[in-house]
T-cell receptor, first 115, second 107 residues
Framework: DAGVIQSPRHEVTEMGQEVTLRCKPISGHNSLFWYRQTMMRGLELLIYFNNNVPIDDSGMPEDRFSAKMPNASFSTLKIQPSEPRDSAVYFC?????????????FGQGTRLTVV | GIQVEQSPPDLILQEGANSTLRCNFSDSVNNLQWFHQNPWGQLINLFYIPSGTKQNGRLSATTVATERYSLLYISSSQTTDSGVYFCAVKDFNKFYFGSGTKLNVKP
């Protein structure tokens, strides 16, 4: 398996623009997580899905952020409109779902810069 | 949520030295992982170790779940070991990360 695949690797956008980050989880994994990493706050869980259903989005910072998982092999994280404080590295991770004790694997991340 | 504390926050080693990193967590967990974030930002899985001891080359890890801590041992450190080491614990479906130990191995 190629692992968790994220795109794009780098994104530079202007304030106010819409940004869409993409993630393809490992085949067979049914939990998917979106994390944000900043120097100030470290790794923060934004939202996670189990069997394509959003289970907990309490980490989503505000209504400008939304995430979808239309099928088991694809998820998006959208920011609209983007702001400079959204600049961070966004990671997607996947694992076996539910309470199963399986490893989580991370994608290479998307480094977002909002100017 | 579960609190995860890692120590030390920063560590500088001379190449060839050994080190122990610690992860304390505040509640029972059913999953614990160690990750290495390399200087390029990639999060690399080191160990999946909810309990017991595992070894992989120069690295080994021990988790004592009943006492709520895990240790990561790095022996004969190399410059490529530099980066940040994270401990993450899972409670039900959520992974909680510590703030990491930043390791700098000098040649």
């Amino acid at each position: 398996d190629a692992g968790v695949i994220q795109s794009p690797r780098h994104e530079v956008t202007e304030m106010g623009q819409e940004v869409t980050l993409r993630c393809k989880p490992i085949s067979g994994h049914n939990s998917l997580f979106w994390y944000r990493q900043t120097m100030m706050r470290g790794l923060e869980l934004l939202i996670y899905f189990n069997n394509n259903v959003p289970i907990d989005d309490s980490g989503m910072p505000e209504d400008r952020f939304s995430a979808k998982m239309p099928n088991a092999s694809f998820s998006t994280l959208k920011i609209q409109p983007s702001e400079p404080r959204d600049s961070a590295v966004y990671f997607c991770a996947s694992s076996g779902g539910g309470n199963s004790n399986t490893e989580a694997f991370f994608g290479q991340g998307t480094r977002l810069t909002v100017v | 949520g579960i609190q995860v504390e890692q120590s030390p926050p920063d560590l500088i080693l001379q190449e060839g030295a050994n080190s122990t990193l610690r992860c304390n967590f505040s509640d029972s967990v059913n999953n614990l992982q160690w990750f290495h974030q390399n200087p390029w930002g990639q999060l690399i899985n080191l160990f999946y170790i909810p309990s017991g001891t595992k070894q992989n080359g120069r690295l080994s890890a021990t988790t004592v779940a009943t006492e709520r801590y895990s240790l990561l041992y790095i022996s004969s450190s190399q410059t490529t070991d530099s980066g940040v080491y994270f401990c993450a614990v899972k409670d039900f479906n959520k992974f909680y990360f510590g703030s990491g130990t930043k390791l700098n191995v000098k040649p």
